[in-house]
């Protein structure tokens, strides 16, 4: 289910969460704390004819188990959690909800790293489960599942007052928009979209604007302005860099810190108040005198607040994401901003104007988009087109690990189109090992990887430790 514009997100979760539990027990799933926070503060208005029960980590001890135990002898409850909810045994449990699907707090970050969506799925198939996904755009192993024709997408048609304004040199507003949002200040509350700060470190050709790519397809990256850009998957590095699209060599550059954002949106609109919200300083409430509020990605201000316009700057930063991964959270926090304005409000995109964005948001639809990334995934051979675990090992043992993985590629005890790359840090003790599969032989994979994890502990060698699918392939 797509979210709506000019509509607030928490509701439509309540709306579908009430719908589905004329069905029986629900759970629903939210990424943080200050999700349920949001979403119960909705609900508190409304009357419903069944028990809301709060299972999450921000609970007492002895209110947890309580709720817990409560949740597996109740009938017919709403379960509200984030994702270790995920394991509570739900009496009469037949809808599940995942909201805003694509979050990083869906994946657990230590061993043994699972997901809720890959978890989701198998709670689903054991106990025959009807399963509900939200967001602004589909993650990419849904938009797979959706191409596919395995998930309906629910989406209702809307259309936006957009106008694109591309920067010329690197300069935050360009000309043209100022007079723009002067006329929006007038008449209410302006949000600006800015970029987290070490976000995005692909390498962006500064000529054509097209993201550097690898010989194997996936991005480079830049640590540094003068470094070489090195690969993000196979670790390849390039001397000499040269853009394979318009052969330019020069690098795009710019990325601003919230602070800097805030000086020179003040210095461009004197005398306007403006108030910032940035993880973990996120505002839950807009003051009513301000006038301008800047946003980091992820941490635009709780509450129903509309805006007379919503300013997406520095496109291109933004679109320079490390990974497609990073790529996909970018065009949902666009979504996600520009869901904020008025009905009469437009929405100001600092990108040229025929980037395709321009139009999915016009349009309020997000196909384009996330063919392009399915696309680029494919020919990089990435999730969702292949199952990819990372293993990670002393540095002394990586290069015999990595070869042990070539043998079995060749002993035909993994598929013979797997890809094994070895990925060395000089600054860590620790090295990655990459191994890819296509898709329908995760199985295969994980299996091979529980054989081999078992058989290292048993001839006591050092501990590997293995992520399946993991949020990012990067550090
Ligand atoms: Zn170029
Ligand atoms: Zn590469």
Same mark, same amino acid.
């Given at each position: 289910?797509?979210?709506?514009?000019?509509?607030?997100?928490?509701?439509?979760?309540?709306?579908?969460?009430?719908?589905?539990?004329?069905?029986?027990?629900?759970?629903?799933? @939210?990424?943080?704390? !200050?999700? +349920?926070?949001?979403?119960?503060? $909705? %609900? #508190?208005?409304?009357? &419903?004819? /069944?028990? *809301?029960?709060?299972?999450?980590?921000?609970?007492?001890?002895?209110?947890?188990?309580?709720?817990?135990?409560?949740?597996?002898?109740?009938?017919?409850?709403?379960?509200?959690?984030?994702?270790?909810?995920?394991?509570?045994?739900?009496?009469?449990?037949?809808?599940?909800?995942?909201?805003?699907?694509?979050?990083?707090?869906?994946?657990?970050?230590?061993?043994?790293?699972?997901?809720?969506?890959?978890?989701?799925?198998?709670?689903?198939?054991?106990?025959?489960?009807?399963?509900?996904?939200?967001?602004?755009?589909?993650?990419?192993?849904?938009?797979?599942?959706?191409?596919?024709?395995?998930?309906?997408?629910?989406?209702?048609?809307?259309?936006?007052?957009?106008?694109?304004?591309?920067?010329?040199?690197?300069? @935050?507003?360009?000309? !043209?928009? +100022?007079?723009?949002?002067?006329? $929006? %200040? #007038?008449?209410?509350? &302006?949000? /600006?979209? *800015?970029?987290?700060?070490?976000?995005?470190?692909?390498?962006?050709?500064?000529?054509?604007?097209?993201?550097?790519?690898?010989?194997?397809?996936?991005?480079?990256?830049?640590?540094?302005?003068?470094?070489?850009?090195?690969?993000?998957?196979?670790?390849?590095?390039?001397?000499?860099?040269?853009?394979?699209?318009?052969?330019?060599?020069?690098?795009?550059?710019?990325?601003?810190?919230?602070?800097?954002?805030?000086?020179?949106?003040?210095?461009?609109?004197?005398?306007?108040?403006?108030?910032?919200?940035?993880?973990?300083?996120?505002?839950?409430?807009?003051?009513?005198?301000?006038?301008?509020?800047?946003?980091?990605?992820?941490?635009?201000?709780?509450?129903?607040?509309?805006?007379?316009?919503?300013?997406?700057?520095?496109?291109?930063?933004?679109?320079?994401?490390?990974?497609?991964?990073?790529? #996909?959270?970018?065009?949902?926090? /666009?979504?996600?901003?520009?869901?904020?304005?008025?009905?009469?409000?437009?929405?100001?995109?600092?990108?040229?104007?025929?980037?395709?964005?321009?139009?999915?948001?016009?349009?309020?639809?997000?196909?384009?988009?996330?063919?392009?990334?399915?696309?680029?995934?494919?020919?990089?051979?990435?999730?969702?087109?292949?199952?990819?675990?990372?293993?990670?090992?002393?540095?002394?043992?990586?290069?015999?690990?990595?070869?042990?993985?070539?043998?079995?590629?060749?002993?035909?005890?993994?598929?013979?189109?797997?890809?094994?790359?070895?990925?060395?840090?000089?600054?860590?003790?620790?090295?990655?090992?990459?191994?890819?599969?296509?898709?329908?032989?995760?199985?295969?994979?994980?299996?091979?990887?529980?054989?081999?994890?078992?058989?290292?502990?048993?001839?006591?060698?050092?501990?590997?430790?293995?992520?399946?699918?993991?949020?990012?392939?990067?550090?």
């Amino acid at each position: 289910m797509m979210h709506t514009p000019h509509k607030s997100a928490y509701l439509e979760i309540i709306e579908l969460a009430i719908e589905r539990m004329k069905n029986g027990s629900t759970l629903l799933l @939210l990424p943080d704390t !200050r999700d +349920i926070d949001r979403v119960l503060q $909705s %609900l #508190e208005g409304k009357s &419903v004819d /069944f028990e *809301v029960i709060r299972l999450d980590s921000s609970l007492p001890r002895a209110q947890r188990y309580e709720n817990y135990l409560k949740v597996s002898i109740k009938g017919n409850v709403l379960v509200i959690g984030n994702r270790s909810a995920l394991f509570a045994p739900i009496q009469n449990l037949t809808s599940i909800i995942v909201a805003f699907e694509k979050s990083e707090q869906y994946f657990e970050r230590k061993h043994p790293y699972w997901n809720t969506r890959d978890s989701v799925f198998l709670r689903a198939k054991t106990e025959n489960l009807n399963l509900y996904f939200t967001g602004y755009v589909p993650s990419s192993e849904m938009a797979f599942q959706i191409e596919n024709r395995n998930i309906s997408f629910i989406t209702q048609k809307a259309n936006l007052n957009t106008s694109a304004f591309p920067q010329m040199q690197g300069e @935050l507003l360009p000309d !043209r928009i +100022i007079p723009a949002i002067r006329k $929006s %200040l #007038e008449k209410g509350t &302006v949000l /600006f979209l *800015v970029p987290r700060k070490g976000y995005a470190n692909a390498l962006l050709c500064a000529k054509c604007r097209n993201i550097a790519l690898c010989k194997c397809g996936a991005r480079l990256l830049v640590s540094s302005q003068t470094s070489d850009p090195q690969c993000s998957v196979c670790s390849v590095s390039v001397k000499d860099w040269q853009c394979s699209w318009c052969a330019g060599t020069k690098r795009y550059v710019a990325a601003r810190g919230i602070d800097r954002f805030h000086e020179e949106i003040g210095r461009a609109f004197p005398n306007t108040s403006i108030q910032l919200s940035s993880a973990p300083n996120i505002l839950e409430e807009v003051a009513e005198k301000t006038k301008i509020v800047i946003a980091t990605t992820g941490s635009i201000p709780g509450g129903s607040k509309e805006y007379s316009a919503v300013v997406l700057l520095e496109g291109q930063r933004f679109l320079a994401a490390s990974s497609s991964r990073f790529e #996909e959270l970018v065009y949902e926090s /666009f979504f996600e901003a520009a869901a904020h304005v008025s009905e009469k409000g437009s929405v100001f995109i600092v990108l040229d104007a025929f980037h395709p964005l321009v139009a999915a948001i016009t349009k309020w639809n997000p196909g384009l988009l996330i063919r392009k990334i399915l696309r680029e995934n494919e020919e990089a051979f990435l999730p969702p087109f292949s199952a990819v675990a990372v293993l990670t090992v002393e540095k002394q043992e990586s290069v015999i690990l990595k070869n042990g993985l070539a043998k079995s590629i060749k002993d035909g005890r993994l598929p013979t189109s797997s890809q094994v790359f070895l990925s060395q840090d000089a600054e860590s003790d620790d090295a990655r090992i990459l191994v890819s599969v296509p898709s329908e032989n995760r199985d295969v994979l994980a299996a091979f990887l529980l054989e081999l994890s078992r058989k290292r502990a048993i001839s006591k060698k050092s501990f590997v430790s293995i992520a399946l699918d993991p949020f990012t392939l990067l550090r």
